[in-house]
DNA sequence: CCCCCCCC
């Protein structure tokens, strides 16, 4: 074997059974051992959407699983490390999964490739009383201290109190571990960190006592963390730790985190305590600043409400600043309303609170991106600022430039869809091509004959439109929508008990639509008349009122385009008949993309193919 | 150790 570098005999066993030896010296220590195979894991879904690399590492002796930390993945794309390798594992954690140690490889540095194995390495068996009087690693690496755990006595005793100095007097800078490989296991970690989001202290009081915390995200180029101070560390960190530097923070408690709290990404979470060290970093290089992971907004209908989801859109329009009256507590808080806008051509309305909603201001249309806000299912979808969620205006970043760029261009102009709401609680607000029934079906099938409401999906083009009325004069309160009647010179809505200079028109359209095998009428409102028409009701009926021919050239445009409906087909009496009434839910722009996915599919699939 | 995030 010889020209081939010494493997660090007896680590892989150390290191399986490291569960009762804590010890610094080992875990500082910077083993070569040689990397045996490559596996690429998928992401497993719980965390972020990153290809993992599973390698198997041996030190002659024995081999251990090990994963390499995401960051080092680019070394295995380029080829950098390649089976048979042999390394100097500078850097490196254990975590503990499913009862067995995991070696994560956060850092090393390659020192042959090779294809010849080295040694003969069986797997490590059973538990070698006494593994912390195993000779020690032949590369030890410079120490710092342990907080908790006793270590074996010659390490621990002489170490424990050197824990700051030792990286300054080696001139080393100090080992900087990602926060993607924190876990409780083990504590001898420093992270570098970003602080987002840092909360405003909040006070509680119930059944076990009253106290005090705030919180903040960590975030490095690994993932992030969600961290809080209790207590007394507010008062030691609240202030230290300000919104968007860079802080080099150890000696927190790392826990489990209750997932249903957080929309952080990650296991864990982080307590600060009296004697967790933050100190701020001046050199922020590779500290990434705020990580997206955007949503469409045409896709909230996929993320489950309560669910915290980033979306980043145009502001389309401001809300008034009002008041809401809490259920719960019955304190008065203030919002407003935000309509985003994006290149799915779907708005969705953005609820801010408290101090965001009255200092809001926004000049133009800005571009924001919202990270963590809460969906909920008002109107179909909608979305709302949590206190750990988080706005930025103009982010400098490619989707936010794209976006301005679209907008300007030609997004002004458009109309959006809005996710709209079920009326009944049942299905049939999306358009789901399994529900897809063509007319002569739905006609004849007796759908909606029963009390109850039935729904379906079909896809079908806009023959003719009822144009006599296709609106009516609305309450202009948000949300109201009820008719408004003229009472001299204002309109009074009998819902709200009050009277308006001016109503709001929505529309309320009849049309024939049609498909290959049949005719139907179907009713839509507002969302409805907005999609095909492109512009909202008051627009239409002030055109009317203007000029008819102008009027009936928009009505014209509007037919002989193909949606994709689902829609609600109900029992109705009239004038003493029975019929069935067909109610859009939702109608959708046709998107070619998809369409021609699909039919390609289908032909694909088909016997026609073979 | 909080875990509320509101209303239509």
Redesign the pocket.
């Known amino acids: 074997m010889a020209g081939l570098p010494q493997l660090t005999r007896g680590i892989c066993a150390r290191l399986a059974n490291s569960e009762n030896e804590d010890s610094e010296e080992l875990f500082n220590s910077q083993p070569t051992l040689q990397l045996l195979s490559f596996k690429k894991v998928p992401p497993t879904g719980g965390g972020n959407n990153v290809d993992r690399y599973r390698v198997i590492v041996s030190d002659g002796e024995h081999f251990l699983q090990s994963m390499l930390a995401t960051q080092l993945n680019h070394l295995v794309e380029e080829d950098a490390i390649g089976k048979g390798a042999v390394a100097v594992i500078e850097k490196f954690t254990c975590n503990i999964v499913q009862g067995k140690r995991l070696l994560i490889i956060l850092a090393l540095r390659v020192l042959v490739k090779t294809t010849e194995k080295m040694g003969s390495p069986g797997p490590v068996q059973g538990r070698p009383e006494g593994g912390a009087s195993t000779p020690a690693a032949e590369t030890p690496g410079p120490s710092t201290s342990t907080n908790i755990t006793p270590a074996p006595p010659a390490a621990a005793a002489a170490q424990a109190p050197r824990q700051q100095t030792q990286a300054n007097r080696n001139g080393r800078a100090a080992a900087i571990y990602p926060i993607e490989s924190l876990s409780p296991y083990q504590n001898h970690w420093t992270i570098k960190a970003r602080a987002m989001n840092k909360?405003d202290i909040?006070t509680?009081v119930?059944q076990?006592?009253e106290?005090k915390?705030f919180?903040v995200t960590l975030m490095d180029d690994s993932g992030e963390i969600r961290a809080?101070a209790?207590?007394a560390?507010v008062d030691l960190f609240y202030d230290k730790i300000q919104e968007g530097k860079v802080y080099l923070i150890s000696k927190a408690k790392v826990?489990l985190?209750?997932k249903k709290?957080?929309n952080v990404n990650n296991e864990y979470?982080l307590?600060f305590?009296r004697n967790t060290e933050v100190e701020e970093c001046l050199d922020v290089t590779d500290v990434p600043t705020v990580k997206f992971n955007f949503v469409p907004i045409s896709g909230l209908q996929d993320v489950s409400k309560d669910a915290t989801c980033d979306i980043i859109g145009v502001v389309k329009e401001v809300g008034e600043l009002s008041t809401?009256?809490?259920?719960?507590?019955s304190?008065v808080?203030p919002?407003r309303e935000l309509t985003v806008v994006d290149r799915s051509n779907y708005a969705v309305r953005v609820?801010l609170?408290?101090k965001q909603a009255e200092q809001f201001e926004a000049t133009d249309q800005p571009v924001i991106a919202f990270k963590g806000v809460?969906v909920?299912d008002?109107q179909g979808r909608?979305l709302?600022?949590?206190?750990?969620s988080s706005m930025h205006m103009n982010p400098d970043i490619p989707e936010a430039h794209a976006l301005r760029g679209w907008f300007d261009a030609a997004g002004s102009d458009q109309t959006f869809q809005a996710h709209t709401s079920t009326f009944t609680g049942g299905g049939g607000i999306t358009f789901d091509r399994a529900e897809v029934r063509n007319l002569n079906e739905v006609k004849t099938a007796e759908f909606g004959m029963s009390d109850k409401p039935e729904y379906f999906c079909a896809q079908a083009t806009i023959m003719h439109i009822k144009n006599d009325t296709i609106s009516y004069p609305a309450c202009p309160s948000?949300?109201c929508n009820k008719k408004v009647v003229e009472l001299g010179d204002s309109w009074r809505c009998e819902k709200c008990d009050k009277s308006y200079p001016k109503p709001q028109h929505r529309y309320m359209v009849s049309m024939a639509v049609s498909d290959y095998s049949g005719q139907a009428w179907f009713s839509g409102f507002n969302d409805v008349g907005e999609t095909i028409f492109g512009m909202p009701a008051d627009e239409l009926v002030d055109i009317r009122e203007r000029d008819d021919s102008q009027f009936n050239q928009v009505v014209e445009r509007a037919i002989g385009t193909t949606y994709n409906f689902a829609c609600r087909a109900k029992q109705d009496s009239y004038n003493e008949a029975t019929r069935v009434r067909y109610a859009i839910n939702r109608i959708m722009p046709l998107n070619y993309r998809e369409e021609t996915k699909y039919l390609a599919n289908i032909l694909t699939h088909s016997d026609w193919a073979r």
């Open positions: 909360s909040r509680w119930n076990r006592g106290g915390l919180s809080t209790f207590n560390a826990n985190a209750k709290f957080s979470e307590t305590e809401i009256t809490s259920k719960a507590t304190k808080i919002k609820t609170w408290g809460k909920g008002f909608s709302s600022m949590m206190s750990s948000q949300g």
